[in-house]
């Protein structure tokens, strides 16, 4: 009551430090009149209205995070309807809320830490329940006494918000938007198919982690990627699909492949570096131009004909 009194002695100049007038600062506190109450400007250095302000941040990083989320694999889906999934079909990525009891009970448990939090209803009653909400969590957060590593592996999976949502890829016929297949996993599909689902959500993934851009031929963000014989077992058809997403991306890649994909990749690079090792001890690399390449090729193809 004196550090308070001090602080605001013009709107407490009748008061006094006595139990006698609790009652007035009462009032005070919970007047729904700026006239009559004065000092509610005051509740914002309170440590019970501060706390509530963070959870009510709290619980808004987190559902910002995951609007984050959501407006990523929008952006990712608008350059994904440009490329052919299969013939006239495209694929889109989905974002659904999970159906992990633990994430869900947190969500729950966070609205009822901040609902109405800052409404007037400031009784006792209203407090404690409050208070007794906002120490079951902050406890777990700490890491109760016999529990740290359980709290502690829940901690993370809770407030990691990538763990709120489970992912599919709807295959979608673009003449009408129906969907032809979804796909949850990659299980029961063929190896092509598994491949070309396989580049869309690495593709996807890079684009996420690293907030590109798809279609931007200039950017300040770092895309050198390099790929270590992933297209050696593939397909012709996949490894062309997942070559065309990483162009869209502007992705600088640097291949390792066997040459016999040479012909697959070499529309989607501009130099060749050429490695053989003769003797087994030492290894010898050439770099040519895509162009260099391609006489070499020619010239090599002529002077071994029979």
Avoid at 130 to 158: N, P
Avoid at 256 to 273: D, F, M, S, W, Y
Wanted: charged letters at 30%; one cysteine or more.
């Amino acid at each position: 009551m004196a550090g308070f009194r001090k602080r605001y002695s013009l709107e407490t100049k009748e008061f006094d430090d006595t139990m006698e007038s609790a009652r007035s600062y009462g009032s005070c506190m919970t007047g729904s009149s700026a006239t009559i109450c004065p000092l509610r400007a005051g509740l914002q250095d309170f440590p019970e209205h501060q706390r509530d302000q963070r959870d009510r941040q709290f619980d808004a990083k987190l559902r910002m995070e995951g609007e984050l989320i959501r407006d990523r694999v929008d952006t990712i889906n608008k350059s994904l309807y440009d490329i052919d999934y299969n013939p006239g079909r495209y694929i889109r990525l989905e974002a659904h809320e999970t159906v992990n009891v633990e994430i869900r009970d947190f969500k729950r448990d966070m609205r009822a830490c901040t609902a109405d939090a800052l409404g007037d209803d400031r009784s006792e009653q209203y407090s404690e329940q409050k208070f007794l909400q906002v120490k079951a969590i902050v406890e777990r957060f700490a890491g109760r006494d016999g529990f740290a590593e359980i709290d502690r592996a829940w901690t993370r999976r809770v407030t990691d918000v990538r763990n709120w949502f489970t992912f599919a890829a709807s295959e979608r016929w673009r003449e009408d938007d129906k969907e032809h297949e979804n796909y949850t996993d990659s299980g029961g599909k063929s190896g092509g198919q598994k491949e070309k689902l396989a580049y869309t959500i690495l593709a996807a993934s890079l684009a996420y982690q690293f907030k590109l851009d798809w279609g931007a031929t200039r950017s300040k963000t770092f895309r050198f990627v390099v790929i270590d014989e992933a297209f050696g077992r593939g397909s012709d058809e996949s490894t062309r699909f997942g070559l065309d997403l990483f162009a869209r991306l502007g992705l600088q890649l640097l291949i390792v492949t066997p040459l016999q994909k040479i012909h697959v990749i070499e529309p989607h690079v501009q130099a060749v570096g050429y490695v053989d090792n003769k003797n087994g001890s030492a290894s010898r690399l050439q770099t040519l131009t895509i162009e260099e390449f391609r006489e070499r090729r020619i010239t090599h193809a002529l002077g071994t004909r029979p």
